[in-house]
């Protein structure tokens, strides 16, 4: 056991003594999210490092506190990556956090969550033990499948020490296409591109009140082989007037949309807070007074509505199957 490690655990028996409520942090990154920040900081910066990575078995292990800018480097020479997405909300986030969070990007739809990468883990509880569960291949239960309970737990069930993670290769090509279309419009669309073999990876659909007249636009990005990404954009341009977009222009917008610094998300107006709604890909368009963003094909409502409108949000969402 190193010393970082030993130091946390004496600090984790030393609050467990006291009855000193411990808050756990990596890169602080991601501060703004969950509850309000309480009780004596636990710092996971010094569990750092890739513990090993086997590009032919598609695996890496990270210690919870290493760089996501960092293992994300060495995936990309190797010509992976992480499916997710997952957004960084800047540059101290990390491994842990980025599990301890459970948030994916503009893929999510199609690629998967965190939850569906996360092989194993290796965890301390609230004595100070530590504990693994899961291992380094995707058929590695036997009994509770605890490793992806911690996705998203926010720390509540433990902390993360080190994680094994599924990665995939680079898609070998990609391409972006914009299509004017109003909401309900846009959703139909999406549906129907669903429901047919083309190599959908995100979507994200706006209206932009900076544009003339206030567009109304759709951005689908394609992911895959060379061959079906042309063949795909040929096709979705004959169903419905598009363009394509060159890639070095919509790659940074993609991720923009993935750490939230669309220009939808940084103009809010003063009265209102950023909704998200959790609905059905198929639900219909939400005929609501407020700005609103979809992602994953439908699955994902970003709206800007003002804290009165809770009941109301609700009971939408509700009847959405959301």
């Known amino acids: 056991m190193d010393a970082p490690l030993r130091q946390i655990i004496d600090q984790i028996h030393a609050a467990a003594a006291s009855g ?7 890169g602080g990154s991601k501060d703004f999210y969950g509850q309000t920040l309480q009780g004596e900081t636990l710092d996971t910066i010094a569990l750092n490092g890739i513990s090993s990575y086997e590009p032919t078995e598609l695996v890496v292990t990270a210690r919870a506190g290493t760089s996501l800018a960092e293992l994300e480097a060495a995936l990309t020479e190797k010509g992976q990556c992480l499916a997710f997405e997952p957004p960084h909300f800047g540059a101290g986030a990390t491994v842990g956090g980025m599990v301890a969070a459970g948030l994916s990007g503009p893929a999510r739809a199609n690629a998967g969550s965190v939850r ?32 992806r309970l911690m996705v998203g737990a926010l720390g509540t069930l433990g902390l993360l020490t080190e994680i094994s993670l599924k990665v995939l290769p680079v898609a070998p090509a990609q391409a972006t296409l914009v299509f004017a279309l109003d909401q309900t419009r846009a959703l139909n669309q999406l549906h129907r591109w669903g429901g047919q073999p083309l190599p959908l990876n995100a979507s994200c659909w706006v209206r932009d009140p900076t544009a003339a007249g206030a567009a109304e636009l759709l951005f689908v990005r394609l992911r895959g082989a060379r061959a079906a990404v042309e063949s795909a954009c040929l096709k979705m341009t004959l169903d419905v007037a598009g ?11 993609w991720q923009a949309c993935r750490e939230q610094r669309l220009p939808f998300f940084l103009n809010p107006v003063p009265e209102l807070g950023l909704w998200r709604l959790s609905l059905p890909q198929t639900a219909p368009a ?17 709206l800007w509505a003002p804290a009165q409108a809770q009941t109301q949000l609700r009971e939408i969402a509700a009847r959405a199957g959301g």
């Open 20 to 26: 000193t409520p411990l808050r756990l942090r990596g």
């Open 243 to 253: 363009t394509r977009l060159d890639n070095a222009l919509a790659e940074p917008d």
């Open 286 to 302: 939400l005929s609501l007074p407020w700005p609103q963003l979809i992602e994953w094909h439908g699955g994902l409502r970003w």
């Open 116 to 147: 569906d990468f996360v092989l194993g883990v290796t965890l301390l509880n609230g004595r100070g033990e530590l504990l693994t569960f899961g291992g380094q291949v995707m058929k590695n239960v036997a009994g509770y499948d605890v490793s």
